[in-house]
Every structure is written in structure tokens, then in C-alpha cells.
């Protein structure tokens, strides 16, 4: 797990650490230290933390003007043991709200399981961008079913053509856009 690093194609446009309004400004990186780990296997030293033992983030990409952020997660995304959502939710989500953004895309390529429990921090976080959206690329089937099964398909938007999206390839802005037009035809749909 060492060996995985957030995604870093667009950190020419974007640095939470550089950027005055990101939870992660002035967060300084010791590349030669390796401190972070999850269940006992280390992880690089480029993921944020967030306050939970088992998941870690990497804020991609934020464009306050579009109200948008993209969000990377590894580890595992566990409610029942480590309440992660709260701890997404109080210590960056709520923060990044405060500060306009309301379009969230989180990616989970690198979430490796999933265990749920209550769904009230994502009916918050839900209700807190009313006029925008929460949407999950690059997460397992696996987790997918999982969250059908808390309910979590309530809040965020993931499965059907979100799954075919081939996000690594895109401008983070050409990104949102194409997300942008799936959720604008589900919306429309019901």
C-alpha cells in the first residue's frame, strides 16, 4: 500500500496545501517518513488525514468559482467501527461547504471495503448542498451494493454510466461537466 499515491496529473492546477481556503493549507509532506497506516501497512505519505484509522483522502482538485471539489480516498471506508463519515464529513466536507463548494466527486479506486451503519451524516451532507450533488466514481461493486444496502444511494450519486467514466484522462473541469450531464439526465428522469 506504500506504493499508492494520489493521483497527480492535475497537481499543476491544483494544491490543497497551497490553496488559503483548503482544510490542508500550509500541510507540509516528509516524503522520508513513512507514519500513516492502515491496519498496520503503510501508506504514503502524500494522503491527508481526516482523523479515522482506516481512511485517508487526497483533495485533487477544487474550483471555488464552478463550487467544485474532487476527492481521492484509500483505506477502508468503515462506519460501523471508526465512524468515517463523520470524520469526512466534520473535519473537510463541512469546511469545504463553508467555503462554497457544493458539487463533490469522490473517487474510490482505492477503497478497499466498506462497512456501514447510520445513514445521518450523509443525509446532512445531503441536505447541506440542496442545490448541488454528491458523486462516487471508480468504487468496487462490491461497495456499491454495500451502500445500497445503508441506503446510501439516497444521497450519492454512483453506478450505471458514472461507472464508465474515464476520469484520469479529463481536465478535472471536463470532468464535472460530464458528470455534470449524467446527473442532469437522472434528475430529469424521476
Given amino acids: 500500500m506504500h506504493d499508492i499515491e494520489p493521483f497527480a496529473r492535475w497537481g499543476k492546477l ?9 482544510p490542508f493549507f500550509r500541510k507540509r509532506y516528509d516524503f522520508s517518513m513513512y507514519r500513516n497506516d492502515i491496519y498496520g501497512y503503510y ?20 474550483d471555488y468559482a464552478q463550487n467544485i471539489a474532487i ?34 466527486i469522490i ?14 451524516y450523509y443525509e446532512e451532507w445531503f441536505e447541506d448542498v440542496e442545490d448541488g450533488w454528491i458523486t462516487a466514481i471508480g468504487f468496487r461493486d ?13 444521497y450519492i450519486n454512483f453506478g450505471g454510466s458514472l461507472e464508465t467514466v474515464n476520469w484520469r484522462t479529463l481536465h478535472p473541469l471536463k470532468l464535472f461537466q460530464k458528470i455534470h450531464e449524467v446527473i442532469a439526465k437522472r434528475i430529469s428522469l424521476t
Fill in 142 to 154: 462490491f461497495i456499491l451494493e454495500e451502500w445500497t444496502k445503508y441506503r446510501i444511494d439516497f
Fill in 107 to 120: 473517487i474510490g479506486e482505492n477503497v478497499l471495503n466498506f462497512h456501514g451503519d447510520d445513514d445521518c
Fill in 71 to 104: 476527492i481521492e480516498l484509500i483505506g477502508e471506508w468503515n462506519d460501523t467501527l471508526h465512524n468515517d463519515i463523520m470524520h469526512l464529513k466534520r473535519n473537510v466536507i463541512d469546511y469545504m461547504i463553508k467555503e462554497g463548494i457544493k458539487y463533490f
Fill in 43 to 62: 501508506i504514503h505519505p502524500s494522503w491527508d488525514e481526516i482523523g479515522s484509522e482506516t481512511l485517508y483522502l487526497k483533495l485533487l482538485f477544487c
Fill in 14 to 22: 491544483y494544491a490543497a496545501n497551497q490553496d488559503k481556503r483548503s
